[in-house]
């Protein structure tokens, strides 16, 4: 079966700080890659997807991901943070192929202080 | 908003109750997914439509959970005798017919939150 690893459950920040959330996945086929983001409040909200191709892909406020397939990973990233950042952040993968089913990770949950 | 949604958004109950949560995917997503949320987790997979079709539930965590579509828009999700354990956020999700193999997308509702005392 999958899985999906998020290193760090917990990330404090300053401002303006550069973000960089590891994730792991376990799967020998190819694989879709998601991130979701949960603002406080708020339901779950896709941040980026890869499926195919340039596997430096950018998402909405800033942010990207690079997929790895070598080492199976796909490490969400930011060059500077805002207050407003301050979210949980699930990296998600399904198979690309049969079911769509989404394999999620823990989350990471960031703080960003002023 | 056209976005997914769910009703209601929170539910107590005592255990023992059957309690049911409805989904509302978003306009012409032919696919409807539900997930279980527990604290400090991710969100876990339990069944999934497409159309009205039950294509996958094996997922279900027990026979006392059981989902429907009857006419390929709004589902229900029913847990039976419910017990503490399954207190929890539920979450539902929708994608549209996707535009190439393998490249479905989904997006989230807010969740009903289940409280079982």
């Known amino acids: 079966a999958q899985s999906v690893s998020q290193h760090n459950h917990h990330v404090i920040l300053s401002e303006a700080a550069s973000l960089e959330l590891g994730c792991n996945y376990s799967?020998?086929?190819?694989?879709?890659l998601f991130w979701y983001v949960q603002y406080p409040g708020q339901h779950l909200q896709l941040l980026l997807k890869y499926f195919s191709g340039d596997p430096l892909v950018k998402g909405i406020k800033g942010f990207e991901a690079e997929f790895i397939k070598s080492k199976f990973s796909f490490n969400l990233r930011k060059p500077s943070v805002q207050w407003s950042d301050t979210a949980e952040y699930f990296c998600a993968v399904n198979p690309n192929s049969g079911y769509s089913t989404l394999t999620f990770g823990k989350g990471t949950m960031l703080l960003v202080s002023p | 908003d056209t976005g997914v949604s769910q009703d209601p958004r929170h539910k107590i109950t005592k255990r023992g109750q059957n309690v049911t949560f409805r989904c509302d995917p978003i306009s012409e997503h032919n696919r409807l997914y539900w997930y279980r949320q527990t604290l400090g987790q991710g969100p876990e997979f339990l069944t999934y439509f497409q159309n009205e079709a039950q294509l996958e539930k094996s997922r279900l965590l027990s026979d006392r959970f059981s989902a429907e579509r009857p006419k390929g828009s709004f589902s229900t999700l029913e847990i039976q005798r419910t017990e503490q354990g399954d207190s929890a956020m539920y979450l539902c999700a929708s994608s549209p017919r996707p535009t190439a193999p393998s490249t479905d997308t989904q997006y989230f509702g807010p969740g009903t939150r289940l409280t079982v005392l």
């Open positions: 799967y020998g086929g190819t694989v879709n």
